[in-house]
């Protein structure tokens, strides 16, 4: 089944510089690759996702790649601010099963 | 109501008991998902319902949990004879199913603590 990894697991950034995680996964039927943010006690919430025909997705200040030949996607967060501190987790959605597995979370710090 | 409501939000119980927890998706949605999520981790896939039918129950960790969704809208997590390494925070979402968005729309989560 499908694997998801995820790096770097926690990472601080001063406020206005950018954040990037990267995820990769071990199932090439995976064709739907969402990013989740979720705040302390709250629920996951979708922040950007990215479908396998395209390579590259922006909106303001979030962007995500996709290298489905290596199978790696990737978060990239610029201008970063103390709100943008939370647990951000990347997603694989496997296209026959429709289960989509978890990266296992990255604890951005943003220092003011 | 406009986003998926699981209750309970807090529920503590005993090593051994039996527990119920219950998710009301989003209007509409055919899929739904049950996800586990324990402290400093993913969600961890449990079951994929696609209406009434669980899709893909290989998440479920053992036989002493089982979910169901009769009516193909709310479902139940059920966990019998808890343990205290069930603890952890469940997560229930839907999604509009094949052909839709992909995004999965998430509760707040039922945190269950086994004593």
């Known amino acids: 089944g499908e694997n998801v990894e995820q790096h770097p697991s926690t990472l601080s950034v001063q406020e206005g510089d950018s954040a990037v995680i990267k995820c990769t996964y071990s199932?090439?039927?995976?064709?739907?690759f969402p990013w989740y943010k979720q705040e302390l006690g709250k629920r996951p919430q979708l922040i950007i996702d990215?479908?396998?025909?395209?390579g590259e997705k922006k909106d303001q200040r979030i962007a995500v790649t996709l290298n489905k030949t290596a199978k790696h996607f990737s978060l990239h967060i610029t201008e970063t601010q103390p709100e943008d501190s939370a647990v951000y987790f990347c997603a694989a959605l496997d296209s026959g099963t429709y289960k989509y597995i978890f990266g296992t979370g990255t604890r951005l710090k943003v220092l003011a | 109501g406009a986003g998926v409501s699981q209750t309970p939000s807090n529920k503590v119980t005993e090593k051994g008991k039996y527990v119920e927890l219950r998710c009301d998706p989003i209007?509409?949605?055919?899929?739904l998902y049950w996800y586990r999520q324990s402290l400093g981790q993913g969600p961890e896939f449990l079951i994929y319902?696609?209406?009434?039918?669980?899709?893909?129950d290989s998440g479920l960790p053992n036989d002493r949990f089982f979910a169901v969704r009769p009516e193909g809208s709310v479902s139940t997590l059920k966990i019998q004879r808890t343990e205290r390494g069930d603890s952890a925070v469940y997560l229930c979402a839907s999604s509009p199913g094949p052909g839709g968005t992909g995004e999965l729309f998430f509760g707040e989560g039922s945190r269950l603590t086994v004593l």
């Open positions: 199932d090439s039927a995976s064709n739907y």
């Open positions: 209007s509409g949605h055919t899929a």
């Open positions: 319902f696609q209406g009434t039918g669980a899709a893909d």
């Open positions: 990215i479908r396998s025909n395209v």
